[in-house]
């Protein structure tokens, strides 16, 4: 009998079970099993669209919880500064897209995609941007 498990698996197949799931998801999830785990989730392919939305999900009482919500400050505070280089879309929506922007800055971000945020929210945000024109 062959005593085969998730760790003997190569980077590349690792990778590619971690591109099908949410970043927020690998995030809480994987990098706490080992330092490989964990450096494989901080990996260039995998943080290039990020997803930071507060998708539903279920805890064992039957409650709805966010993982983003839960996880935010320690994904802002930790995470998003380490890999804020290699992130090149992003979407977040109106409970994570201030805690993200403000977490760093993004040099090769070319997509940023805003869902669910109310009209009002996002007036006020952009009401608030001071723009800077050069000459």
Not at 3 to 23: A, G, S, V, Y
Not at 71 to 90: A, E, S, T
Not at 120 to 125: K, P, Q
Request: net charge negative; charged share 20%.
């Amino acid at each position: 009998m062959n005593d085969f498990n998730i760790l003997d698996l190569p980077d590349e197949i690792l990778l590619m079970i971690f591109n099908k799931l949410n970043t927020i998801d690998v995030f809480r999830s994987v990098q706490y099993v080992n330092r490989r785990f964990y450096e494989l989730s901080l990996d260039g392919c995998q943080v290039q669209d990020m997803q930071m939305t507060t998708m539903m999900g279920v805890d064992t009482h039957y409650k709805q919880i966010s993982p983003i919500d839960t996880n935010l400050p320690r994904i802002c505070g930790n995470i998003l500064p380490k890999i804020h280089d290699k992130v090149q879309k992003l979407t977040v929506d109106q409970s994570s897209m201030i805690p993200v922007l403000h977490a760093a800055d993004y040099p090769q971000l070319y997509s940023l995609t805003i869902i669910d945020i109310e009209e009002e929210f996002l007036h006020d945000c952009l009401s608030s941007i001071v723009f800077l024109f050069y000459y």
